[in-house]
């Protein structure tokens, strides 16, 4: 059975038996550097009481070799040793099976898969085989490209191995662009994951995102105004001397005052709230649907005049023009409140989307002259 959307059956965070709930707090450092550290940093997110698990890497997968590559087995300990003295449940990551087998034997509590190795199904598939028959919850950050169906298959090789107790973690993409953050956090893959899997928990994971301490709550507040399920944030004793990703760690009190600070949303609207959330996505609703026939005139009129440059043997893609219409609707956007990346971004689909119907051969018809479409001169791509 491989059908294109395949059926996720994950249980809740509450049905997990280990005392979890909405919203999760996972927090510890990037990676697993020594007995003290791990331990320093434990005791400083437990006497707060603001996180339920303790994350820390024991196997980095480091992007240049010749950096530090985590304290592997030897972390194995130290985890048993924080969960012994503080409580916090204990997660780490796993890219082969013999990280997982290392860890089951270890007690470790939960797994999860990194983003580097979600989109190798070749992996993917020999953590899933190592996990088969072995009942433990395991996370799956989203590939490091933006491919939801990679996200998507992880989850299924986990599930098709009798897991149910997993989840997605959210973590944000490499782009080639740049962005105000180490990684896009190209917000439509979680929600598109969401609305096909309603079940599905999706943490945040807003250190990984953000790529330095000042931008962390900001990516947090937005993954819980998104509706996500948690948090996961990179919390050491002492970030100065983090052997990775120093930049975007946590100290366990900036992370306390941090989670203080987060306004946490009721996942669901209340009765009350009702109407006028009808009323609101009525009007939503309406606006989307003339965007969308907008468009359609708009892409109708850019392959007329495809046929017409195509007549007259002229080039369809005109540079000079799109900069001149980019410029105008940036000036536009900026009037009306639209940030820069959105209308560049809302353009640049918009102009591919018009070449595509300006060079394909069996674009539909124009639009009948007298026609709505037939007026708006000028918009040609
Ligand atoms: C991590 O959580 O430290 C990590 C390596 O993350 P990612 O796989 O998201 O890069
Ligand atoms: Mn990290």
């Known amino acids: 059975m491989s059908s294109a959307v395949p059926a996720l059956h994950p249980q809740p965070f509450a049905d997990w038996g280990l005392g979890l709930h909405r919203p999760l707090l996972i927090a510890g450092p990037c990676s697993a550097e020594s007995e003290t550290q791990m331990l320093t940093t434990a005791r400083g997110l437990a006497a707060r009481g603001q996180a339920q698990v303790f994350r820390a890497g024991l196997w980095k997968p480091r992007t240049r070799p010749g950096t530090f590559e985590g304290s592997g087995d030897a972390g194995l300990e130290w985890l048993r040793t924080v969960k012994e003295s503080t409580g916090l449940l ?7 099976a ?29 953590i899933a085989d190592a996990l088969r028959g072995v009942d433990i919850p395991v996370f799956v950050k989203n590939p490091i490209n933006p491919d939801l169906q990679l996200w998507i298959g992880a989850l299924e090789r986990l599930q098709r191995a009798g897991l149910k107790r997993y989840a997605a973690i959210h973590r944000g993409f490499s782009w080639f662009e740049r962005t105000p953050f180490r990684n896009s956090p190209m917000w439509e893959f979680p929600i598109r994951l969401k609305a096909a899997f309603p079940e599905l928990e999706i943490v945040g994971d807003p250190s990984h995102i953000a790529g330095s301490r000042d931008k962390v709550g900001l990516v947090a507040q937005q993954a819980l105004d998104l509706g996500l399920s948690g948090l996961m944030i990179e919390v050491h ?17 900036d992370y306390a005052a941090l989670v203080e600070s987060l306004i946490f949303r009721q996942a669901l609207p209340t009765p009350s709230m009702h109407d006028r959330l009808e009323e609101l996505r009525d009007l939503i609703d309406q606006l989307d649907e003339e965007i969308s026939q907008k468009m359609g005139a708009r892409m109708d009129i850019a392959a007329r005049i ?3 440059k195509r007549e007259h043997n002229v080039a369809i893609l005109q540079p000079e023009r799109w900069e001149r219409i ?3 609707q940036l000036r ?10 959105f209308v560049r971004e809302f353009m640049d689909a918009v102009h591919r989307e018009s070449i595509r119907r300006q060079t394909s051969t069996d674009a539909p018809l124009a639009a009948p002259a007298g026609s709505p479409q037939s007026t708006a001169e000028g918009l040609d791509r």
């Open 237 to 253: 004793t002492d970030p100065a001397k983090a052997r990775s990703d120093a930049e975007q760690q946590l100290t366990p009190a």
């Open 90 to 96: 204990t997660l780490t990551e796993v890219a082969t």
């Open 332 to 341: 536009l956007g900026g009037h009306l409140g639209l940030s820069d990346a």
């Open 326 to 328: 980019m410029r105008r």
């Open 306 to 308: 495809g046929d017409h």
């Open 98 to 126: 013999q990280h997982v087998e290392a860890c089951l034997k270890a007690g470790v509590d939960m797994l999860w898969i990194g983003a580097r190795t979600t989109p190798n199904p070749f992996s993917v598939q020999e």
